[in-house]
Structures are given as structure tokens and as C-alpha cells.
């Protein structure tokens, strides 16, 4: 049954009447309402209204086509308004009430104050003054920067197809968001929206003006300044150098075992550059200690970084150059072509250019089952003091929370409940990232929000997990050898939250990746640790608080060990389906997949150790560096794993590749995309790095790699 209704609109009307047109004051408050409830058709007949109260609802924008020319007072306070784009039909209203909705920021101020041209009371201020500043004053000035930045970046206007006229629009708004700069930090966001719609606007005029001169010898002067379609715009001049400033590069620490075990004075700043390194010998870890001081983590954004460097062109993806059979590479059909587009260099010391020593430790997509928009195409990376939120799309920093002393190692998507006024219950998406003081940042991206912490080990943190049975449940990996489950519990509307231990695993040595399996979340959890991989039994339904391994897998290649070579350091784990894993171990030089419920089905007399399933064995690097790990498209059969020169080994791993592996040939990659070489600004190109980790999109639209040169390097699916 509606909600709303005519009877309801009369009965909560003002004055008492029994026409529609004739109400002055409406209250809809605290009745529950969502957009859907609000009958467009209906409540456009209201038009003498001039107050209306739509407060204490569940609204997430309001409808559109809504036409209310009379309206001068709304208050929508404690909505769960998201976007204030849907009031820019109210033109009319002159004062507003926003406050109590939790994704509105002072970004989402500013853009209603430029988009209702009357208003001058906000949240119960006068924002006359500052209102008009804005509409006025700082448009002129982006719109000089705006218009500087096309002369000095684009060529004069010459006929394009309508497909390349989109193609340069997007190109120059792209460059505009990226290098037109003015305003606070904290209101990055607006001067971004006013930007790439003043970027636009000029293009449009462009065409105009484009088209005025073509008729201008048919037609009258007059004629001449008249609107027409004509799909011509100038195309862009080749730029040299990079959208960042230049510097000179930076030798990148490397981490060689062997360099490592022969320095006579070891590296001690970071965990992972250091004692990670010496836990692949057969020494005790050693890893630094957490600094002491206390850390406050910035909840705004800073402005989005800026690409560091460029490719010269994107380079195609080639076969595979591994092992070859009858002298000439294998070459495999149907693979997906991806091509470089954006670098960025977002973890930067202090945001100076120059820093190419900052190494990129994790990066994840935002999941597309997270009730947030805009989810496949937001990724979080986290390395050096910084976690960033990038869009793939626009190759911009969205958000940037910054941790002075702390060095981020992992990091995690999931969701938790949020209560609301009244008693609702809303699914927030939130990320959590842990590094070297061994504290978990909970971070609220939408509403730019680093809302709490926890400790979770003394020492520093290696992995983060969510369960996605119970998306509440972290655990947490850290250098003294243990696996802690911790329930982080729902949010209030303060951000007021309750962590709990459940419960301590035994690792024996670090743990590296944490996985779940698919058909088993809740009883097992895979553990990829720098003496082996172990599975353990996280049934809460036993006493037990601690518990050790209930089983190690064991792969053929360590029967290959010896002084020099150590094959127990898993730095690689991944699931490519429900039921096949993919791993690597250091010093490998190949990935192996293998069937996590035939491992299983073949433990002989619940033994400890049990052999794993083999599948296939794929090609890889013969490098002997540790901790490049792997990632994995499920839905598209993907593989990727980088390499220490910078570049990507893709495999796509069909029914029919998996069946002519098992008649013991290594499997070649499908592609091995190139390190696309981007120039530094005034410099030369920027040699290939290490690619510390991966990430795939969930439909493989983009891919992520993350440098050990402070550079994340954007792919997009074409």
C-alpha cells in the first residue's frame, strides 16, 4: 500500500483545505520513506507549497521530474541523502536543512550552495556571502585556469569523427581534474565536480564557435553565433614528460635473498624490507620494532596525486618468452588484451615527486557486493604512511588517509551494520589496513571517514582477512608467528564500536596471505607463512582459544631443498575457483595449482602432512626475490602474477588447458604484458620495478600492480 497519498498529503497539510494547491506547509517526517514512496505525479500538484519537511525518513535522493516552483523552506535533515544533485530542480528554495545525514560533506555543501542560486541558509546559517563568492568569484577563476590549460595542452579546433570528438573530451576533463587546482584539501571533491563541468562547457562552446565560422559565409552575422551541431573539436597535442613533477630516480632497495643474507649491515626500517627477508634463511626473524609514539590517522582526503610518470605508448601484450617448445614461443587464443593507462605515484613521502624508494605492499578492489556505488573500479593501495582509494577509470586519488611513522603492509574490504536513528540498520561498506605498529585503521570511504582503530599485535602486521560468511570477522596476520579472529562488531551513528578476540592460531613463522576456502569459510583457513602453508579449524563451536595447525600441505619441489635453496616460503596464495588454489613458493620459478578437496580426500590416516592435489604447473620467473604475490579473476578464469622487471604474467586457465597439463607439461603463460616503460618529466624512461602485488577487478575490467618504486600502474580491459 503507498505511502503517501492524497488523503495523508491533506491531513498533514497546512492550512486545512480539501485541494492539493491550495497547502502551504507539509510534514512528512519520520514515516520511513525511501524515493520510491514519494509520488512524483502527486506531489507535483502541490504548487502553492512553500514548506515542506521530509526529516527522520530513509531517503537517498529525491525523485526525479519532481517540479515544486513554489518551495522556499526543506529540511531533509536525518536522511540517508548520498548525492545533492537530485535538488537542483528545487531552484526556488532559499533555505535547506542537510545536517544528520551521513554522507553529506562539506564538498556536498558547496555544490548545493552553487547549484540553488536563491539559497541563503544552510544547516540554520547565512551563506549568502560566501554563496555568491562562490558562484561568482571562484568560477571566474576556474574558468580562466580551465581555459589556460586547453591553449597550452591542445591544438587549434579541426574536424574529428564523433567518436574521437568523445574520446578527446574525455582526455582533456581527465587532465583538467587532474592539474586545475584551487581551494582547500578538504574541498578537493567540489573543485574536481566544478572543474570537469567547466571543462565540458568549454569544449561545447568550442564546437559552437567551430561552427560559427564554417557557416559564417552563408549566412548573416547574426546567424553566425547561433547554436549548431558540428562534431569537431581539436585533437590533443602530444605532451612530453609526465602530469607530475620530475626527479631524478631513485635506486629502489631490492630484495635479493642472497644480497640481503651478504650485507654486512641489513636494512632495519621496515619489516617486509628487512626481517621478512631474513625469515626465508633458516635464522630467527628479527623484524624492527613498532614505533612507540602515537599516530593520528587523517580522516580527509589530500588532493589526488597526480601521475607520476606516462608511457610513451601503451605496448601490446606479447606471448610468452619462457621455456619454449621446438625453439619457438606457444601462443594460446581468446586471451583478454589489456592496455597501460594510467601511473600514479599517490604514496609519496611529504607528496614529493622524487620518491621512488616507497614500496607498495597490497592493493584490493572495492567488491562489487559492497553496498557503496560505483564499487568494480575503486581500488585501495596501501604502502608507506598512506592508504589511497584510486578510481581506474579517471586514474585519480579519491581519498587519501595518511598515518604519520606507519608503513602499511595489508589491508581489507568488507561490511558492517550501522544503526540509525529509529532503529534502522544499514550495510556500510568499510576497509581496514594494518602495517608495522601492529594497529588496524577502520576506515568509512564514503563518508571520508577513519573512524577507530584497535591493536591487534605488539608486533607489526603481515595479512588481513575478512570472512565472507561473516563479514564482521577480521583476522589478523603479524610477525610473532600468529593468526588472531577478532569480531569488530556493527557501528552506531557516532562511529561507536566494540572489538572482541575469538580467537589465536599458531603459525610457527609469519604468515604471508590468509585465505578462506569458498565451500568451507567458516571451519577452515588456509595460512601461506614463511615455513610453509598450514590449515587450521576455526569452528567456534570448541573451547579451544588457542590452537595450532590441524594439517600442513607439502609440495613436491621441497624434496629439492637444501643449504642454498629454501622452497617452504609460500609468498602466493589464491583461489581461482571454489575449489582450485593457486600457489607459488619462493625460489620456485613456476606457480602450481592444485584441488584443495582432493588434498583433502587423499589424507592418509589424518595425518599432519598431506601432499597437494596437483593440477597443472604454470611458467614463471626464475627470480629468486621473495613476496611478488599473485591475484586471481575467478569469474573470468584469470591468473596474474608480476615479476621483478616490472612485468605481468597472465594466464587464462581454461578446462582444456588444465587437461593437457596433466600430462606433465608446464603450462606457458597466456601473455606476458610489458613494463610499460613510463617517462619521468624532463627524464628518461623509468626501468622496471618489482611488482610486489596485483589485483584484478571482479569481471577483469581493470588490473592493478603495485611497485617496489612507489608507482601504481592502472590496466584497462580493451
Known amino acids: 500500500m503507498a505511502k503517501i497519498t492524497e488523503t495523508v498529503l491533506l491531513e498533514r497539510g497546512s492550512p486545512r483545505t480539501t485541494r492539493l494547491e491550495n497547502i502551504k506547509t507539509l510534514n512528512l517526517s519520520k514515516m520511513g520513506l525511501c524515493c520510491a514512496d514519494l509520488p512524483v505525479a502527486l506531489l507535483s500538484r502541490l504548487r502553492g507549497l512553500t514548506r515542506l519537511n521530509l526529516s527522520g525518513n530513509r531517503l537517498r535522493e529525491l525523485p526525479s521530474g519532481l517540479q515544486l516552483p513554489g518551495l522556499r523552506v526543506l529540511d531533509c535533515s536525518h536522511n540517508d541523502l548520498e548525492d545533492v544533485s537530485s535538488l537542483e530542480p528545487l531552484s526556488s528554495l532559499e533555505q535547506l536543512q542537510l545536517d544528520g545525514n551521513l554522507y553529506i560533506t562539506v564538498s556536498d555543501n558547496y555544490k ?142 631490492k630484495k635479493s635473498r642472497q644480497a640481503e643474507a651478504e650485507a654486512a649491515e641489513p636494512t632495519a626500517s621496515s619489516p617486509r624490507k628487512s626481517s621478512r627477508l631474513k625469515s626465508v634463511l633458516p635464522q630467527p626473524e628479527t623484524p624492527s620494532k613498532s614505533p612507540r609514539k602515537p599516530a593520528r590517522a587523517d580522516g580527509c582526503p589530500t588532493e589526488p596525486a597526480l601521475p607520476c610518470t606516462a608511457p610513451k605508448t601503451p605496448p601490446k601484450s606479447r606471448p610468452a618468452e619462457g621455456p619454449r617448445e621446438n625453439g619457438t614461443p606457444r601462443k594460446t587464443s581468446g586471451s583478454t588484451c589489456l592496455e597501460p593507462v594510467h601511473v600514479l ?58 598515518v604519520p611513522g606507519e608503513e602499511f603492509f595489508s589491508l581489507a574490504w568488507s561490511s558492517v551494520l550501522m544503526s540509525r536513528e529509529g532503529g534502522t540498520l544499514r550495510q556500510c561498506g568499510m576497509l581496514a589496513a594494518g602495517g608495522r605498529r601492529g594497529v588496524v585503521k577502520l576506515i568509512h570511504p564514503r563518508a571520508n571517514c577513519a573512524y577507530g582503530e584497535f ?88 573451547n579451544q582459544l588457542k590452537r595450532s595447525s590441524e594439517l600442513e600441505v607439502v609440495f613436491p619441489l621441497y624434496r629439492e631443498e637444501d643449504n642454498k635453496k629454501n622452497f617452504h616460503t609460500i609468498d602466493g596464495l589464491a583461489f581461482l575457483n571454489n575449489d582450485i588454489i593457486a600457489s607459488k613458493s619462493h625460489m620456485q620459478g613456476s606457480i602450481y595449482l592444485w584441488s584443495w578437496s582432493r588434498t583433502l580426500a587423499t589424507r592418509p590416516n589424518k595425518r599432519r602432512e598431506v601432499g597437494a592435489a596437483l593440477l597443472a604447473e604454470l611458467q614463471w620467473s626464475g627470480t629468486d626475490l621473495p613476496y611478488l604475490s599473485l591475484s586471481t579473476c575467478p569469474g573470468e578464469g584469470y591468473l596474474v602474477c608480476g615479476d621483478e622487471k616490472g612485468s605481468l604474467w597472465t594466464y587464462h586457465l581454461t578446462e582444456e588447458l588444465l587437461v593437457r597439463a596433466r600430462a606433465g607439461k608446464p603450462l606457458p603463460p597466456t601473455q606476458v604484458l610489458q613494463w610499460p616503460a613510463p617517462v619521468l618529466r624532463g627524464g628518461g624512461p623509468v626501468d622496471g620495478p618489482s611488482v610486489n602485488s596485483v589485483a584484478l577487478a571482479p569481471r577483469m575490467k581493470y588490473l592493478v600492480a603495485l611497485t617496489d618504486k612507489n608507482m601504481v600502474v592502472v590496466w584497462r580491459r580493451v
Open 112 to 253: 548545493v550552495m552553487f547549484l540553488l542560486p536563491n539559497l541563503r541558509i544552510l544547516n540554520g546559517k547565512d551563506i549568502s556571502s560566501s554563496a555568491n563568492h562562490l558562484r561568482y568569484v571562484n568560477t571566474e577563476t576556474l574558468k580562466r585556469r580551465v581555459s589556460a590549460l586547453w591553449e597550452s595542452s591542445f591544438q587549434p579546433l579541426t574536424a574529428l569523427t564523433a567518436e574521437r570528438r568523445r574520446t578527446v573530451e574525455q582526455e582533456f576533463v581527465t587532465l583538467a581534474c587532474a592539474k586545475v587546482k584551487y581551494g582547500p584539501n578538504s574541498l578537493s571533491d567540489y573543485y574536481r565536480w566544478r572543474v570537469e563541468m567547466l571543462a565540458r562547457a568549454l569544449l561545447h562552446s568550442l564546437v559552437e564557435e567551430r561552427e560559427g565560422e564554417t557557416l559564417g559565409n552563408s549566412q548573416t552575422d547574426a546567424d553566425a553565433g547561433q547554436t549548431h551541431a558540428d562534431p569537431s573539436l581539436r585533437s590533443p597535442r602530444k605532451r612530453r614528460g609526465a602530469d607530475s613533477g620530475s626527479g631524478p630516480e631513485q635506486e629502489t632497495p
Open 455 to 542: 591493536r591487534a599485535s605488539r608486533r607489526a602486521l603481515s595479512a588481513l582477512r575478512f570472512s565472507p560468511q561473516r563479514p564482521s570477522f577480521l583476522f589478523t596476520g603479524s610477525y610473532d608467528s600468529r593468526v588472531v579472529l577478532w569480531d569488530i562488531g556493527g557501528v552506531d551513528g557516532n562511529y561507536n564500536f566494540k572489538v572482541s578476540q575469538l580467537m589465536i592460531l599458531e603459525t610457527g613463522s609469519t604468515p604471508l596471505h590468509l585465505n578462506l576456502p569458498p565451500l568451507s569459510a567458516e571451519r577452515h583457513l588456509l595460512a601461506a607463512c614463511d615455513r610453509g602453508l598450514l590449515c587450521f579449524d576455526t569452528q567456534l563451536g570448541k
Open 345 to 402: 605515484q599517490c604514496h609519496s613521502r611529504q607528496d614529493s615527486p622524487e620518491d621512488f624508494s616507497t614500496q607498495l605492499w597490497a592493493c584490493a578492489f572495492q567488491p562489487d557486493s559492497d553496498p557503496e556505488p560505483c564499487g568494480s573500479s575503486v581500488v585501495a593501495t596501501c604502502g608507506g604512511e598512506t592508504v589511497c582509494l584510486i578510481d581506474c577509470q579517471a586514474g585519480t586519488v579519491l581519498k587519501k588517509y595518511k
